[in-house]
């Protein structure tokens, strides 16, 4: 009897070790990390970001911050889809990129992906880099990102999240820089910097 229960606990022990082996071998593989940061619509996401000169896992962050991958997702506000556009906005996309917008469907990840990462692109483009400001303006527009940058000491080479006037919009980009950090540590080829080189290469700022 007293050897049964001796060979009972041998063999609990050993299959709770085996058990944190395989944890342990979960974390560091990634599989874990992956779950709660997938990337689905990959290839449609490298597709438009290649085209539009955009970082394809900021748009994979941004995706994740709008929409958690819903894409038939609505807000309160009207905004469709995988990225969040406004029609509005989408509509006056869909000039610049001589479509017909009555042929656009928000709730497509291809026609949303789309639009989303070139609106992202003009956005890099208008704010000279900053992806700071180039988040704030995704999530309170351009127009109010300007007004902010008229009354700041700051330029555009300068403006730091704590300098954004609005809480929801400072909490959205820190969402998204953080979601980007995770996905770079996922997915990028090369080594991600520190979180904080991460957040002064995003505002501008010489990281050297």
Avoid: C
């Avoid at 709770?16 to 997938?38: A, E, N, Q, R, T």
């Avoid at 619509?41 to 490298?46: A, F, G, L, M």
């Amino acid at each position: 009897m007293y050897l049964y229960i001796r060979n009972k606990r041998a063999v609990k022990f050993v299959t709770m070790f085996f058990l944190l082996l395989f944890v342990f071998g979960v974390f560091k593989s990634d599989v874990l990390g992956k779950i709660f940061y997938p990337y689905p619509y990959k290839q449609i996401v490298e597709k438009y970001a290649s085209s539009y000169g955009v970082d394809p896992l900021l748009v994979i962050s941004v995706i994740r911050e709008e929409s958690h991958f819903n894409r038939r997702s609505n807000s309160h506000k009207g905004a469709i889809g995988l990225m969040q556009l406004m029609p509005e906005t989408a509509r006056e996309i869909s000039v610049w990129l001589n479509d017909s917008f009555e042929d656009i469907d928000l709730t497509k990840p291809e026609d949303n992906i789309r639009y989303g990462t070139w609106y992202l692109s003009a956005l890099n483009k208008e704010f000279a880099g900053n992806s700071i400001l180039v988040l704030a303006a995704y999530n309170a527009g351009s127009g109010r990102v300007t007004k902010w940058l008229k009354t700041s000491a700051r330029s555009y080479n300068t403006y730091l999240i704590e300098d954004i006037p609005f809480k929801e919009t400072r909490e959205y980009v820190l969402k998204v820089l953080d979601s980007y950090e995770k996905y770079s540590e996922l997915y990028a080829k090369a080594k991600p910097p520190h979180r904080n080189q991460i957040i002064l290469r995003h505002s501008g700022l010489n990281t050297a």
